[in-house]
T-cell receptor, first 113, second 112 residues
Framework: DAGVIQSPRHEVTEMGQEVTLRCKPI?????LFWYRQTMMRGLELLIY????????DSGMPEDRFSAKMPNASFSTLKIQPSEPRDSAVYFC???????????FGPGTRLTVL | AQTVTQSQPEMSVQEAETVTLSCTYD???????LFWYKQPPSRQMILVIR??????QNATENRFSVNFQKAAKSFSLKISDSQLGDAAMYFC?????????FGAGTRLTVKP
């Protein structure tokens, strides 16, 4: 099993640009989570999907952030327009039930200049 | 909202010794799971151990064990015979059906 796959691994962009982060969950998992990790705020849950449906997006910081899961094998997190304070490591994680442990991807390190 | 508190930002332990990392949480739910994750410098999040709230028996995984005190809402991680490879950030996590929360983390240093 390849595990959770995230791309790109590193992204450097300029303020105002659109950024799209991608995630492929583990096959068979039905829940997918997006997290943001910074030194100041630690690990924050942004949004999670269950069976491709967004369940809780209360962690999404602003309207500049949006997430989609068009099918069970793919999700995107988009930031438009990006700002320097969005610089962080973004993790995607998946699991197969509400109570099981999550499997994390390697993360995307985003730097907004 | 559920909160997870790790009161020790940093801990250190001598190689081969034992160390305990603390975690407390706040919840009004009766059905939930607790986890400890390890994040080494590679930043990959790795599950260390899990505990079901309905189980009274403390979970163990080789050198890792937990002390789960449900009434006190406490969930500490004990690492025995510490190894250099145990050096990492450790996150305590709470999971219920509709919620997932992580603590701020404890950075563990292992001294040779």
């Amino acid at each position: 099993d390849a595990g959770v796959i995230q791309s790109p691994r590193h992204e450097v962009t300029e303020m105002g640009q659109e950024v799209t982060l991608r995630c492929k969950p583990i096959s068979g998992h039905n829940s997918l989570f997006w997290y943001r990790q910074t030194m100041m705020r630690g690990l924050e849950l942004l949004i999670y999907f269950n069976n491709n449906v967004p369940i809780d997006d209360s962690g999404m910081p602003e309207d500049r952030f949006s997430a989609k899961m068009p099918n069970a094998s793919f999700s995107t997190l988009k930031i438009q327009p990006s700002e320097p304070r969005d610089s962080a490591v973004y993790f995607c994680a998946s699991t197969w039930s509400s109570y099981n442990e999550q499997f994390f991807g390697p993360g995307t390190r985003l730097t907004v200049l | 909202a559920q909160t997870v508190t790790q009161s020790q930002p940093e801990m250190s332990v001598q190689e081969a010794e034992t160390v305990t990392l603390s975690c407390t949480y706040d919840t009004s739910e009766s059905d939930y799971y607790l986890f400890w994750y390890k994040q080494p410098p590679s930043r990959q999040m790795i599950l260390v151990i899990r505990q079901e709230a309905y189980k009274q028996q403390n979970a163990t995984e080789n050198r890792f064990s937990v002390n789960f005190q449900k009434a006190a809402k406490s969930f500490s991680l004990k690492i025995s015979d510490s190894q250099l490879g145990d050096a990492a950030m450790y996150f305590c996590a709470y999971r219920s059906e509709y919620d997932m929360r992580f603590g701020a983390g404890t950075r563990l240093t292992v001294k040779p």
